[in-house]
């Protein structure tokens, strides 16, 4: 697939990823976007809207559960280890806003990634990312080249 060719849309009001080639829709999966709500004020934790593109991608072909600081693996996650932390897991695609009220978005760190509150998506539950659950992310991620358009709406 071809990043002109393909784009990501995440619909906050719906909870729902969708990936499309063209007008054909490729996969739809369930997300979770900020319990803090709409915004792009820096350290707000808010999921921000508009357009943004794919800007780096990181943690191809590491275990599903890899556990992410700084986008570098630290560890490794198992569904039932206790944590209080909101991990970012599994594989991270770091998004790049392109018009003037998103264009901190790189520099927020807003990604799409898998979790290890999979219990929590389909519902507002991250501080700001898109979150996924881990075998959904992964499957994106071997999808989405670098350069892919991404649209966040309410």
Partial sequence: MSPSASRIEVSIGT????????????????????K???????????????????QEKH????PAGTIF??????????????????LVLTRILWLHGTQSHNANTFDRYIYIHGTNDEAGIGRAASHGCIR????????????????????ISE
């Fill in 15 to 34: 909870q729902r990823l969708r990936l499309w080639s063209g007008s054909k829709l490729v996969h739809e999966w369930p997300c979770s976007t900020s």
């Fill in 36 to 54: 803090f709500g709409i915004g792009t004020e820096s350290g707000s934790n808010r999921t921000p809207l508009g357009r943004f593109i794919v």
């Fill in 132 to 151: 996924m659950k881990n075998a959904a992310v992964i499957e994106l991620f071997d999808l989405t080249p670098v350069g892919t358009p991404v649209w």
């Fill in 59 to 62: 943690g191809d072909a590491a």
């Fill in 69 to 86: 600081k700084s986008r570098q693996p630290v560890g490794q996650w198992q569904p039932g280890m206790e944590t209080q932390s909101d």
